[in-house]
């Protein structure tokens, strides 16, 4: 399942992932499964017909991503696996980033976060001329929009419904889109 939320040079893209990762850190190993959220670039396109015609958008390379995933085989709602990546790279994320709040109360400290973005764009050393005023106000707005979305999903998540192991002769990741 895939959510966009876009605003005018920024979007939030939200999605179900499993995901097994081939390298695992210290007490990581096992099959992850959660919510992923991305704050994304988002460049539109040139027409492609008419002035009438649809104007292609891409939903371009991540500026933060924060992973609400929990073990498989752990306790729901434990968020034992949780975590952001700050430090965005081109398309690749940095190193996982634990926070003891993110786990504790992730939902609140998503909200938090995403209503400041011009503090997470200084946190992860973005350009602040990759946002508009309309981007801040826009997210901001639809801060609690987006955290429903992700509550949402998580429950989906827990039922069973999404998130699911991929086929055996699939790739370790499953997700729906991110």
Same mark, same amino acid.
Do not use: C
């Given at each position: 399942?895939?959510?966009?939320?876009?605003?005018?040079?920024?979007?939030?893209?939200?999605?179900?992932?499993?995901?097994?990762?081939?390298?695992?850190?210290?007490?990581?190993?096992?099959?992850?499964?959660?919510?992923?959220?991305?704050?994304?670039?988002?460049?539109?396109?040139?027409?492609?017909?008419?002035?009438?015609?649809?104007?292609?958008?891409?939903?371009?390379?991540?500026?933060?991503?924060?992973?609400?995933?929990?073990?498989?085989?752990?306790?729901?709602?434990?968020?034992?696996?949780?975590?952001?990546?700050?430090?965005?790279?081109?398309?690749?994320?940095?190193?996982?980033?634990?926070?003891?709040?993110?786990?504790?109360?992730?939902?609140?400290?998503?909200?938090?976060?995403?209503?400041?973005?011009?503090? %997470?764009? #200084?946190?992860?050393? !973005?350009?602040?001329? &990759?946002? @508009? /005023?309309?981007? $801040?106000?826009?997210?901001?707005?639809?801060?609690?929009?987006?955290?429903?979305?992700?509550?949402?999903?998580?429950?989906? %998540?827990? #039922?069973?419904?999404? !998130?699911?192991?991929? &086929?055996? @002769? /699939?790739?370790? $990741?499953?997700?729906?889109?991110?």
């Amino acid at each position: 399942m895939l959510y966009l939320f876009g605003f005018e040079r920024i979007g939030v893209a939200v999605s179900d992932i499993y995901f097994v990762d081939p390298n695992p850190g210290k007490d990581q190993d096992g099959a992850e499964r959660g919510v992923r959220l991305e704050v994304r670039r988002l460049e539109p396109g040139e027409l492609k017909g008419s002035i009438y015609s649809a104007r292609p958008i891409t939903v371009d390379r991540p500026i933060w991503r924060i992973d609400l995933l929990e073990s498989v085989t752990g306790t729901p709602g434990s968020f034992d696996r949780t975590h952001h990546h700050p430090a965005i790279e081109g398309w690749e994320p940095g190193g996982r980033v634990f926070d003891q709040e993110l786990s504790a109360e992730p939902l609140k400290w998503l909200g938090e976060r995403l209503a400041d973005i011009e503090g %997470v764009l #200084a946190e992860v050393g !973005a350009d602040r001329d &990759e946002v @508009s /005023a309309a981007d $801040v106000a826009g997210l901001r707005e639809r801060t609690p929009e987006i955290v429903d979305t992700v509550r949402r999903l998580l429950a989906d %998540v827990r #039922a069973g419904h999404l !998130a699911t192991p991929p &086929e055996e @002769s /699939a790739t370790s $990741v499953r997700a729906s889109w991110l």
